[in-house]
């Protein structure tokens, strides 16, 4: 996979596939992966430009979200089919280990795009915010 930092090959697998360290939200524009405490990709999924991300703790319950914890919005320029990721041993990726301490999942919890869109994870159960083509 190719990724904004270089020729990087990564063989990540799902969140679904490897329990509960990242909930990937499908409607997301960035898919979050991970198969490990540390590193995490984020992959610009949409059609547009992604220009900034927040990732949280989302903890899942009875079909319900709630947000335990908001990280610095990332202002991280991501283009379509493109690549972040974070590593641990960059001094980066120790969100995964705080929202399992949290009993949650390290989310996409709010993206902005280069068209000023925007979309946010709605903790009602639904996704919202949805302004760009993704």
């Known amino acids: 996979m190719r990724t904004k930092h270089g020729a990087l090959s990564l063989l990540l697998l799902s969140s679904r596939l490897c329990g509960a360290i990242v909930l990937d939200v499908p409607t997301s524009p960035l898919k979050l992966t991970s198969d490990s405490e540390n590193f995490y990709q984020v992959e610009n999924r949409s059609k547009v430009d992604v220009k900034a991300f927040r ?5 899942t319950e009875n079909g319900g979200k709630s947000i335990r914890f908001l990280f610095p919005r990332s202002e991280k320029a991501i283009e379509p089919g493109e690549a972040f990721y974070s590593l641990k041993s960059h001094g980066t990726a120790g969100e995964i280990a705080q929202c399992k301490a949290l009993n949650s999942q390290l989310a996409v919890v709010e993206v902005w795009t280069g068209d000023d869109g ?3 994870l709605d903790v009602q159960g639904a996704e919202m915010g949805q302004k760009s083509q993704h």
């Open 55 to 59: 990732l949280g703790c989302v903890h």
């Open 118 to 120: 925007a979309w946010f």
